[in-house]
């Protein structure tokens, strides 16, 4: 397991009227997270995405057959 720093919120047990306020809470901080960060976490969002697309389309290995088996091994 790693020993790696990461955000945590440790809350008491609630009642559901008061988890709903929470979670309304939350809501309107991230909504307005978006509204200041928007243009830029949405750019992070797209070249993260087009890395992991690069990545897979480099898993594929074209062997020049169109009718070859799609579980060739190499």
């Not at 559901?16 to 992070?44: D, F």
């Amino acid at each position: 397991m790693s020993k790696r720093r990461h955000a945590q919120l440790h809350l008491p047990p609630l009642e559901p009227e008061v988890a709903l306020a929470v979670v309304n809470v939350l809501e309107q901080a991230i909504q307005a997270i978006w509204r200041a960060h928007g243009e830029g976490m949405a750019e992070i969002l797209f070249r993260r995405q087009l890395a992991q697309e690069q990545r897979r389309a480099q898993e594929f290995v074209d062997v020049g057959d169109p009718i070859a088996p799609d579980d060739t091994d190499f």
